[in-house]
């Protein structure tokens, strides 16, 4: 079985400062992982995957993962916040082994960008 | 650029009541995806579709759920009978085919039962 935990349900930054959210995963099989962000009244957007190509993912709009096995992590970093940065993010991780290939997601972290 | 499209945004029913929540999934895709999120809650897999049938469950679609593809276009998810629990976001996804590839999805229905 498979599954996400994001630490912090909320996290606030300052914009220009650095953006860090966490995302450890549990799986049985190397996995797929995934972060997704949600802007209001909008469907789940992709923002990068990790698919064992490289370590280090470069998404879209300045952020990027580095998918840590040792620590089972894929954390999602931007250097810069920008107000339009302000979201709900979503880390999930699929079973690279079942071609229906479900997503499983954490609980989401609402990122508040501040002036 | 191709897009999911739910509908409605909203819909409001009785405790009891049958709702049908449809999806229009991006037209050259074979795989298709319901998921829910419960308020507070995080987004939660309910089934996959492929093929004209369904490839994968979770234990939360029981026998209540239904999908179907009508006429290909359309992905609808049924539920026979509504409990005050299923109020939540419903999001439809579509991929277009079998590996690593992105699910699309789409804005969501919200749910209420009364």
């Known amino acids: 079985a498979q599954s996400v935990t994001q630490l912090g349900s909320h996290v606030s930054v300052s914009e220009g400062a650095l953006v860090l959210l966490r995302c450890n995963y549990s799986s049985s099989v190397p996995p797929y992982l995934f972060w997704y962000v949600q802007y209001p009244n909008q469907g789940l957007q992709l923002l990068l995957k990790y698919t064992s190509a490289a370590t280090l993912v470069k998404g879209i709009n300045g952020f990027e993962a580095e998918f840590k096995k040792s620590e089972t992590s894929f954390h999602l970093t931007k250097p810069s916040a920008h107000m339009s940065d302000a979201a709900e993010y979503f880390c999930?991780?699929?079973?690279?082994?079942?071609?229906?290939?479900?997503?499983?997601f954490g609980e989401g972290t609402q990122l508040t960008v501040n002036p | 650029e191709p897009e999911v499209t739910q509908t409605p945004s909203h819909q409001v029913t009785q405790m009891g009541q049958e709702v049908i929540l449809r999806c229009v999934p991006i037209?050259?895709?074979?795989?298709f995806y319901w998921y829910r999120q419960i308020l507070g809650q995080k987004v939660e897999f309910l089934v996959s579709?492929?093929?004209?049938?369904?490839?994968?469950k979770s234990e939360i679609f029981d026998d209540q759920f239904s999908v179907e593809r009508p006429d290909g276009s359309n992905f609808t998810l049924k539920i026979r009978s509504t409990k005050l629990e299923d109020s939540a976001m419903y999001f439809c996804?579509?991929?277009?085919?079998?590996?690593?590839?992105?699910?699309?999805f789409g804005p969501g229905t919200r749910l209420t039962v009364l």
């Open positions: 037209s050259n895709h074979l795989y």
């Open positions: 996804a579509s991929k277009a085919r079998t590996g690593l590839y992105e699910q699309f």
């Open positions: 579709f492929y093929n004209n049938e369904i490839s994968e």
């Open positions: 999930a991780v699929s079973d690279k082994e079942t071609s229906g290939s479900r997503l499983t």
